[in-house]
């Protein structure tokens, strides 16, 4: 999933995409039209198929007919939406452009499906408007006014099943009922968390509707089809060859700003039926034939997550709670970090409510203790890739363990100080520091552990 502000008329892209209608559409030349989505979509009368002049008039904060302005500010906005794509794996993109029609059509159902649920989180979380002097008041939105668009292919032709959902930078307050602009910081802070729940559903709905099966989830909460070889996903990933690419001849370059720096203007003109054989073609050589491809559905009995209570969640909680769960690596562990360990940890994946359910049965449950609120940790990506802070309130967690080892620590190292035993002075903790890495927390305990 990827998150990017959108400038004044920059819908354009979307709209010039839509097929002029059905048969344009079904014979592969253009998209399908774009669909109103969001709960604050209906506030203004907008349902159904997205006009692009209606779009550009919402986009401008101006009611849909165009004779009033909605918000108060009577500058164009700088930012007209912000742009979240949610992104099918490639496996996912694969069956979606080589299955039979029926399946090309649960994909496409399943997609549009994880798409709803994943948004709906995103409303719930994230949705809330800035004002005044710059922005320095905040207040809560009852949703978004979104457009969302299902793209088949991506920048280099390849098969890439992705929706963009546009948020109009325009949210209204039930407080005073009025529209004001949208704050973006806890959309970023809360991008990957609903990309995780995104890859979730979806990997459910297309075992409950497919039968297929699923390889290991990895850390950016994404799997691929059990079967797809891993030589046809890298066939068809035109896009990250190019990033690499770009990052190998630039050492060191972010990959975000090389995604940015290797894109390529989209040809709307292609006809995506008519590069259907020469995918096949490169599919069959990369070992996806059709009859592979046939190979890939009805593999997995239907089942479900674990429901909290059952032993299955409380092993899913053991693990969550132990060394290698979520305070492998840090001592705390946040909502967000929480929900993204449960999606990772669930290859047949889960119903976005399911997931949350066991987050906040983990959360109910023995296995944790309740800290302080907000790290501060989160960012902003820029339009260039670069990162700036932003602010996060979020609340913070330990396990039991985490908090005996701690004490533990501290009670022994008070006792041997008084010995003088590993006592250090300030410049030689600082050196030491300097070459390694450590969380924020740890840096501000060291002086008081270790220097005399």
Known sequence: MSLGKLAPGGHAYYVEAVALGAEEYYTGAREAPGQWVGSASGRLGLEGEVEAEVLSRILRHADPSGVYRLTAARSVPTVAAYDTTFCAPKSVSLLFALGAP?????????????????LGVLERVACRGRRGRGGSTLVDGDGFVAAAFRHRTSRAADPHLHTHVLLANLVHAPVDDRWTALDGRPIFTWLQTVGHLYDAQLRWELSQRLGV?????????????????????????????????????HPGANPQVATYATRRAKDHDLDANSLLPAWRERA???????????????????GGPPAPGSADAEALYGWLAGPSGLTEKASTFGDRDLIRAICVALPGGAPVDGVLALADGFLRSDHVVALRGGDGGDVIRRADGATVAARSDESRWTTPDMLEVEHRLLTTGGRRRATGFGVATRSSLDRAVRVRTLSEEQEASAPGLLVG
């Open 284 to 302: 069959a050589a990369a070992g996806l034939d059709d009859r592979a491809v046939e190979g890939l559905l009805d593999r997995t009995a239907l």
């Open 102 to 118: 029926e399946v090309s059509n649960e994909v496409r159902n399943a997609q549009d499906v994880s798409v709803g649920a994943a």
């Open 213 to 249: 099966e699923w390889g290991a989830v990895g850390k950016t909460g994404t799997a691929e089809i059990s079967g797809v070889p891993p030589e046809a996903v890298r066939e068809f990933s035109t896009r990250r060859k190019e990033i690499e690419a770009h990052i190998h001849e």
